[in-house]
C-alpha cells in the first residue's frame, strides 16, 4: 500500500489548478447583473467546472430562462472571458 501523501505536498499543485478560475462571487455578481430584478427569483445553487447550476422561483420564469441561455452564456463571455461558464441548469427551487 501507497504512503499518503501529505497536504503540503500537494496543496500547491492544488492551488495551481484553481488560479486564473474567476471566484463563484464574479459569476454570482455577474447573473444579478444580467437578470436586474429578475435575480431576486433565483438562487445560484452551484458553479463547478464551467457549470452553473441555477434554481428558479417558478415554471414561467424556467421557461424564460431556458428561452435566453445563448444570450446569458454569451454575455457570461463577453464579461468574464472565454470558458468561464459555458453551461447553465435550471430547475425550479426554493430561493430564499
Do not use: C, D
Not at 6 to 35: C, D, N, Y
Not at 37 to 65: D, Q
Amino acid at each position: 500500500m501507497a504512503k499518503p501523501e501529505s497536504i503540503g505536498s500537494i496543496l500547491p499543485s492544488v492551488l495551481e489548478g484553481l488560479k486564473g478560475s474567476p471566484p463563484r462571487q464574479k459569476v454570482e455578481k455577474a447573473w444579478q447583473k444580467f437578470l436586474r430584478a429578475k435575480a431576486v427569483k433565483t438562487k445560484i445553487e452551484g458553479y463547478r467546472g464551467k457549470r452553473l447550476t441555477v434554481s428558479v422561483e417558478n415554471s414561467s420564469l424556467l421557461h424564460e430562462l431556458s428561452l435566453q441561455k445563448e444570450e446569458l452564456l454569451q454575455k457570461f463571455k463577453q464579461t468574464l472571458g472565454e470558458g468561464v461558464v459555458e453551461e447553465i441548469r435550471l430547475r425550479i427551487g426554493a430561493v430564499r
